[in-house]
């Protein structure tokens, strides 16, 4: 291990360590009910000794897959919990508004009641994200 690390460039071969952990990172949680499958033929006859809810009724031939229908149930719940969490995760842009931006001002100089009116302001140019980011000119 030592000397792998002592022969990486600190740029260049660094990032590439960094992005292949974290890509097999990705492919070890993606990898979730293939675990699970091969944990349960490596240790199949301790979890039909020990584990199963029916060794008790060798007849029906379950050889542990209650177990097993157990696990990938569960595995599957913890998915359907992170892809609910996902839905419920937001992003938030920050755009700076200025005070005078937020009322109409039509609506001042009636004597009403002042209007939220932000929509109305997205539209134009000026105060879009768009008017920010402009690419770069060349001379």
Not at 15 to 28: E, N, P, S, T
Request: charged fraction near 20%; hydrophobic fraction near 45%.
């Amino acid at each position: 291990m030592v000397v792998v690390l002592r022969k990486l460039k600190p740029n260049k071969d660094l990032k590439k360590v960094i992005i292949i952990f974290f890509a097999m990172l990705m492919l070890v949680q993606s990898l979730g009910k293939v675990w699970i499958m091969v944990a349960y033929q490596i240790n199949k006859a301790y979890i039909e000794a020990n584990l199963c809810e029916n060794k008790d009724k060798p007849l029906m031939g379950c050889a542990g897959k209650c177990y097993l229908k157990k696990q990938l149930a569960k595995e599957q719940n913890a998915v359907k919990q992170l892809q609910e969490t996902l839905k419920e995760f937001s992003v938030f842009v920050h755009h700076q508004i200025n005070d005078n931006q937020w009322f109409s001002t039509s609506n001042l100089f009636l004597g009403t009641k002042p209007s939220l009116n932000v929509f109305y302001w997205a539209f134009y140019a000026e105060y879009s994200l768009e008017a920010v980011f402009r690419p770069p000119a060349f001379r």
